[in-house]
T-cell receptor, first 111, second 115 residues
Framework: GQQVMQIPQYQHVQEGEDFTTYCNSS?????IQWYKQRPGGHPVFLIQ?????EVKKQKRLTFQFGEAKKNSSLHITATQTTDVGTYFC???????????FGTGTRLKVLA | DGGITQSPKYLFRKEGQNVTLSCEQN?????MYWYRQDPGQGLRLIYY???????QKGDIAEGYSVSREKKESFPLTVTSAQKNPTAFYLC??????????????FGDGTRLSIL
């Protein structure tokens, strides 16, 4: 079946270092969404990418959708302790209204 | 303020007991979803509903049941048939469109434990 995988599963960085998480789908996606879940909290929508090769920025966060629309990445420049949490990508399951969430990347930032 | 309210925040279930988790939204969203999250894991879809009086099974529906009698409400019942119910349960809602391209808004979740 359709799968969405993320790497790495965990990442520990020193505050100020950069961080990147990668999302790979087994099928072509019409769009991809990114969510952030703080420890003990619920996922919060960050952004949606729709176009092939699309790049969007939110302050220190840069999101990219691959040319083949099967992969995506989230890059954080100069991490801060407020960036701690788990980042999920999610893609629509073909022919349905449901989304398949990636396995998530848990980010820890050491001060 | 519009949002999604899940209750209770913590719930304990005895062996052989059915329990119901509440999810209410005032965002006027047509679509609602239930996810299960195990520690350190991603979100797995239990059930989803695109419109009142209609719902579909997700990837892990066995041992769960839902109803969608009102647009605002999508309660989830964890039945005694669910042998490993301990998890964090998240309810979400979104606008409904022809294609899946709407962000999901999540509630604060319910943590269910078995006694």
């Amino acid at each position: 079946g359709q799968q969405v995988m993320q790497i790495p599963q965990y990442q520990h960085v020193q505050e100020g270092e950069d961080f990147t998480t990668y999302c790979n789908s087994s099928t072509t996606l019409s769009n991809i969404q990114w969510y952030k879940q703080r420890p003990g909290g619920h996922p919060v929508f960050l952004i949606q990418l729709v176009k092939s090769g699309e790049v969007k920025k939110q302050k220190r966060l840069t999101f990219q959708f691959g040319e083949a629309k099967k992969n995506s990445s989230l890059h954080i420049t100069a991490t801060q302790t407020t960036d701690v949490g788990t980042y999920f990508c999610a893609g629509p399951a073909s022919g349905t209204y449901k989304y398949i969430f990636g396995t998530g990347t848990r980010l820890k930032v050491l001060a | 303020d519009g949002g999604i309210t899940q209750s209770p925040k913590y719930l304990f279930r005895k062996e052989g007991q059915n329990v119901t988790l509440s999810c209410e939204q005032n965002l006027n969203h047509d679509a609602m979803y239930w996810y299960r999250q195990d520690p350190g894991q991603g979100l797995r879809l239990i059930y989803y509903s695109q419109i009142v009086n209609d719902f579909q099974k997700g990837d892990i529906a066995e041992g769960y049941s839902v109803s969608r009698e009102k647009k605002e409400s999508f309660p989830l019942t964890v039945t005694s048939a669910q042998k490993n119910p301990t998890a964090f349960y998240l309810c979400a809602s979104s606008k409904r469109t022809v294609t899946s391209n709407q962000p999901q808004h999540f509630g604060d979740g319910t943590r269910l434990s078995i006694l």
